[in-house]
């Protein structure tokens, strides 16, 4: 199972496997998996990156991050 959840420090959407500690983000915030809010759960690894994906792209005028490409 892995956990999808948020960034504290940009915003950005991530997924760690549940029962990890800790996860560290791109922008370099490591987030404590026990702390942060758990926004959706996924079965596998590509069903949460899926989900990540488009919960970026539809937030990504809160994050100002925007598609490759």
């Known amino acids: 199972m892995y956990l999808i959840f ?3 420090g940009c915003g950005r959407h991530l997924y760690a496997e549940e029962g990890a500690a800790t996860r560290t983000c791109p922008c370099g915030t490591r ?3 026990d702390k942060v809010k758990v926004i959706s759960k996924a079965e596998d690894e ?3 990156g899926d989900l990540v994906r ?3 792209m539809g937030g990504r005028e809160m994050t100002g991050f925007s598609p490759a490409g």
């Open 31 to 33: 987030v404590r998996l």
């Open 46 to 48: 590509r069903a949460a």
């Open 6 to 8: 948020r960034c504290g």
């Open 54 to 56: 488009a919960l970026q």
